[in-house]
């Protein structure tokens, strides 16, 4: 937490720029600034972005040294050999388009091609075959003399996509293939793969799968990609090519005989593509790559997400469901307030109806988190732990829907009765943010609270359901 509002603190300073002119410019409240240069909360991805658009306005020197502070974080070659699992996946996402700063130039090697390898990309596979050639680099330490096989990669992409797909159940597209691919796999991961920044319990499981239908024939995953990716390299050899056939056949021995002069990202062990069974880095990418990565990873993260968002519309948070999360938030702020709360009155559990245990209780996310993607305490309620088990990442039947509200109402009554006025304001944030309500002090009343949850919580629970999370969960 803090790195965006730390970095953006000096900026402010150095450029002598007010938190006032900065808020008047984003249009937000002057105290929202002040949180995210006092690292009380750190501004969201979508937030960062226009922090820098709005310093653009402002002085567009504040922008771009927001920007080169912002990703320059971890500099030592420790930390870029060891950054797919230390780089958030917030970082990931949110620092910039290729729009906002451009990938850095070097003499001797065509960045412009590197720039369009996702033009005209019209499924995941370009972006999701990137990600994961970075993240095998980082694995082999940027050891260019590595070959990368196909099988290899073909694990890295399922489990690449596995997240979006299998936990969040984002679409990749009505044509792409690789959601299908997943769901052929036989996978059960548990909460403590978020711990698991480079996915080798994925790896490991996917590993373990019969593969021979995604490595070889039609419906390989490496039939086109590794071929069409590098197309860029090759525009005006390649004159009019007319199937997709076609270009694999030519791109092989194009990057094999121009290897060391139009220098691609790679080039194959075979003639053909029916041989094709490894990459071979070129050493002077892997090289730029390892001083870049930061940014690289930055531009083609920021790439997948424009692509899922055009795919995903309604889904909220997409930004937050690309990637497995580092770990998951502590709930220790949350599970504070409900103490106090139970300090002060008894509550029973709006699932099973049994009285909670001020010392044995867990939150449950009335919307899944792999939904909403948040801890926020407008939709945390105190549950007992094998009741929160049960539910899962379930849908909770509307037949609850009246307790929850009345649980929150009660939780809100009860604080602002015996929190200082601070205090409470504090805690309330996400409710006035997040239910849109205007004042305060309508929180407190009770008509108006299951007003704004009706407005929220039902088009959310539809548009969950559409998404395939399961409906109409209840406690036996």
């Not at 937050?320 to 949350?334: D, G, T, V, Y």
Request: glycine letters at 2%; proline letters at 5%.
């Amino acid at each position: 937490m803090g790195k965006a509002g730390k970095v953006l603190k000096q900026v402010l300073e150095t450029h002598d720029i007010s938190q006032g002119r900065l808020a008047t410019v984003l249009g937000v409240a002057r105290s929202n600034v002040y949180r995210w240069v006092n690292e009380v909360r750190d501004p969201n991805s979508e937030t960062v972005l226009s922090i820098v658009e709005a310093l653009r306005e402002i002085d567009p020197s504040a922008a771009e040294e927001f920007m080169g502070l912002y990703v320059s974080d971890s500099t030592t070659e420790e930390d870029k050999l060891t950054l797919s699992t230390e780089f958030t996946q917030e970082s990931q996402i949110n620092l910039m388009s290729s729009d906002l700063v451009g990938l850095p130039q070097i003499e001797g090697l065509d960045v412009s091609a590197l720039s369009r390898l996702f033009a005209n990309t019209t499924n995941s596979y370009k972006y999701i075959f990137f990600l994961s050639l970075l993240d095998i680099l980082v694995r082999h330490k940027f050891d260019a003399s590595l070959p990368i096989s196909f099988r290899e990669i073909t694990i890295e992409m399922l489990a690449t996509a596995w997240y979006p797909n299998s936990y969040f159940n984002l679409s990749f597209g009505v044509q792409d293939q690789i959601a299908n691919k997943l769901n052929l796999l036989d996978i059960t991961i548990s909460d403590t793969s978020f711990k698991d920044a480079d996915k080798s319990e994925l790896r490991a499981k996917i590993s373990q799968q019969n593969l021979d239908d995604m490595l070889i024939g039609q419906s390989s995953l490496m039939r086109y990609v590794p071929f069409r990716l590098i197309r860029p390299f090759f525009t005006h050899l390649l004159g009019k090519v007319k199937t997709d056939d076609e270009v694999n056949k030519k791109i092989i021995p194009l990057a094999n005989s121009y290897f060391d002069t139009l220098k691609p990202l790679y080039r194959f062990d075979g003639s053909s593509p029916n041989q094709c069974q490894f990459i071979n880095f070129h050493p002077e990418w892997v090289s730029y790559i390892k001083h870049n990565y930061v940014i690289v990873r930055s531009w083609v993260s920021w790439e997948w997400l424009k692509y899922m968002q055009r795919r995903n519309t309604s889904v909220p948070a997409v930004s937050n469901k690309l990637f497995p999360p580092q770990k998951r938030e502590s709930l220790e702020r949350q599970t504070e307030y409900w103490k106090i709360v139970l300090q002060f009155t008894t509550i029973q559990c709006i699932y099973s109806g049994k009285f909670i245990d001020i010392n044995d209780f867990s939150l449950d996310h009335y919307l899944p988190w792999s939904f909403v993607t948040h801890d926020n305490l407008w939709n945390l309620v105190p549950t007992l732990p094998d009741v929160n088990s049960s539910k899962s990442n379930n849908l909770p039947s509307s037949i609850y829907f009246s307790a929850f509200v009345a649980m929150q109402h009660k939780g809100l009554i009860i604080s602002h009765e015996n929190m200082k006025s601070p205090q409470w304001n504090k805690y309330i944030e996400s409710y006035i943010a997040e239910l849109k309500i205007p004042d305060k002090n309508d929180l407190l009343n009770f008509e108006m609270l299951r007003n704004a949850y009706e407005l929220i919580i039902m088009p959310q629970i539809s548009l969950a359901t559409i998404q395939g999370f399961t409906p109409n969960w209840s406690y036996r």
